[in-house]
C-alpha cells in the first residue's frame, strides 16, 4: 500500500516565566475539543474544510501523550522505539495521508495553536487540504523537571 508521509513536527515550550502548574489546562476532553475547534476555524479562513475526530487517530495520539508523558520523553518515536508513523499504523489507521504535530510545556489550546501557527511546518498540517480526520491527545506529566503537558495531533486523510 502506498501513503503519503505529509509531515512531523514538534515544539517544545518551557513557559519557564510561568507558574510551575498548568492551571489553565481544565480536562483532556476539554481541551481535545477546544484544540479541535481552534483548528478548524483556522482551516476555515484558508478555505480548509472542517477536521473529524477518528478513534484510530485519537487511540494513537493519547497512547503517544501518555507515553511521552510516562517517560518524560518529548519525540516523534515511543519509548519503545516505533517512529511515529508506525505508531499511528499500530493503532489502525489505514488511510493514504498522515502527519503529527506536537507540543509539551505549560500550555492551553490557544497556546498550542499560536506555537503552530507560527511554525511554517506545524502550520502546513493543519492547513493540509488532504487532512480530513485527527485525534488529538494530553497528558499531564514533568518535563524538565516542570509540570507540563504533553499534546499530540496525529492528522489524516
Same mark, same amino acid.
Given at each position: ?20 502548574t ?10 481535545r ?57 499500530y493503532w489502525?489507521?489505514r ?21 503552530? @501557527?507560527?511554525?511554517?511546518?506545524h502550520?502546513?498540517n ?7 480526520a ?7 506529566? @514533568? ?10 495531533s496525529?492528522?489524516?486523510g
Amino acid at each position: 500500500m502506498r501513503f503519503r508521509v505529509a509531515g512531523m513536527t514538534l515544539v517544545l515550550v518551557l513557559a519557564l516565566a510561568l507558574p510551575a502548574t498548568a492551571g489553565a489546562f481544565t480536562s483532556v476532553p476539554a481541551f481535545r475539543a477546544s484544540l479541535q475547534r481552534r483548528i478548524n476555524n483556522f482551516r476555515a479562513e484558508y478555505g480548509r474544510g472542517p477536521i473529524h475526530l477518528n478513534l484510530h487517530l485519537q487511540t494513537s495520539a493519547q497512547a503517544h501523550s501518555n507515553d511521552m508523558a510516562l517517560h518524560h520523553n518529548f519525540s516523534h518515536s515511543s519509548s519503545g522505539g516505533k517512529n511515529w508513523i508506525a505508531r499511528i499504523r499500530y493503532w489502525g489507521y489505514r488511510g493514504s495521508w498522515i502527519g503529527e504535530n506536537l507540543a509539551v510545556g505549560n500550555v492551553t489550546a490557544r497556546t498550542v495553536m499560536a506555537m503552530w @501557527k507560527a511554525s511554517p511546518p506545524h502550520r502546513a498540517n493543519l492547513l493540509n487540504g488532504h487532512f480530513a480526520a485527527v485525534g488529538i491527545g494530553a497528558h499531564a506529566g @514533568k518535563y524538565a523537571g516542570r509540570t507540563a503537558y504533553y499534546v499530540t495531533s496525529d492528522f489524516g486523510g
